[in-house]
């Protein structure tokens, strides 16, 4: 039986083992017929409550979190950080104390500073899933690529995947660059020498700066938005410059893998660092598929968390009640 991820946060890829990753995916793969089936509501988190704190913008990740709660049973509810006494000036800490008074069992938390969901992660009792925290990790953004990954391509082990783009402020490519390479796929950056991650190579991949050359018999070409909101100036000379070497076109994709398939987390930016007939090629894009297997990858770890919770606690779960 493959060992469990026993841990009760989770807020990156980078401490979970091949194993872990391997039963998260084959719990979000049930999830993901579950969802595709009439009836998608179960029981497995009824009585839980799962609290949604997202101090920076989402569309993808919120919702998601909310539906996988709720198809599972757990009652959820959404913090808008604006509409909040964060507005008034309320601390992160002070935040996840006064919600941790409440009871929840888990937080789902998003936040604009590297770090932040770690330290709030220390203040409080119940589970919390970092779903997002500056440049460090976006874990559940990592676990659905992978799981869209192996669906289509049946495997991870010996995958040649190019991550490409800003990779100076992406968590994603630094979540996925964690999973991947402890997989055992061959991890590439491409990315212009302003948008690299200084010391890339100590993480396992091979740094490229033209993208030709670095999706070169690639079996899979992530594209990664550009980060406007994490630039002061002067990263790229103008969008119009940086699609011409950069942005994924149908002619730049002929010198990736014929059979490769383009993925995206999300939101995109169309025309800077993916041409629209790339990204609507339901031949080539996996972009849809990745969107709906975040609802699935969310449910495998909302589960989880909140069982390795009870256990913590002494409570009875599901079968073991
Ligand atoms: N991929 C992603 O995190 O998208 P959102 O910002 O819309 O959640």
Not at 98 to 109: E, F, S
Not at 197 to 213: C, N, Q, T, W, Y
Request: proline residues 3%; glycine residues 8%; aromatic residues 4%.
């Amino acid at each position: 039986m493959t060992p469990d991820f026993a841990q009760r946060h989770l807020l990156g890829t980078r401490s979970l083992t091949a194993p872990e990753i391997t039963a998260l995916l084959d719990r979000a793969d049930r999830y993901a017929a579950v969802n595709r089936s009439a009836d998608k509501k179960l029981s497995v988190l009824t009585g839980r409550t799962v609290v949604n704190l997202f101090y920076e913008n989402s569309t993808r990740t919120r919702t998601s979190f909310e539906l996988a709660a709720k198809r599972l049973g757990a009652d959820v509810v959404n913090m808008q950080t604006g509409a909040s006494s964060v507005a008034k000036g309320e601390t992160l800490i002070d935040t996840a104390a006064t919600l941790n008074a409440m009871h929840p069992d888990v937080l789902v938390v998003r936040h604009q500073d590297s770090g932040a969901v770690s330290l709030l992660s220390q203040k409080v009792n119940c589970a919390v899933v970092n779903a997002g925290d500056g440049k460090h990790e976006h874990p559940t953004q990592g676990l659905l690529d992978a799981l869209t990954i192996r669906r289509r391509k049946g495997r991870l082990a010996g995958l040649r995947v190019a991550i490409c783009g800003d990779v100076l402020h992406s968590r994603v490519a630094r979540s996925n660059i964690h999973l991947l390479t402890t997989m055992g796929a061959e991890v590439r950056l491409v990315a212009p020498r302003t948008l690299c991650i200084p010391g890339a190579e100590s993480m396992g991949v091979e740094v490229f700066h033209d993208l030709r050359k670095g999706i070169a018999d690639c079996d899979i070409v992530m594209m990664l938005r550009i980060q406007n909101e994490r630039m002061s100036s002067g990263y790229i000379p103008s969008t119009r410059e940086y699609f011409r070497f950069f942005g994924l076109d149908r002619e730049k994709l002929a010198a990736a893998k014929p059979d490769a398939l383009v993925m995206h987390p999300g939101p995109m930016n169309r025309g800077v660092e993916i041409d629209s007939d790339i990204a609507d090629d339901v031949e080539r894009s996996l972009i849809r598929e990745q969107v709906e297997m975040g609802v699935a990858v969310r449910m495998a770890v909302l589960e989880t968390v909140t069982r390795n919770l009870a256990r913590e606690l002494g409570q009875p779960w599901g079968t073991e009640a």
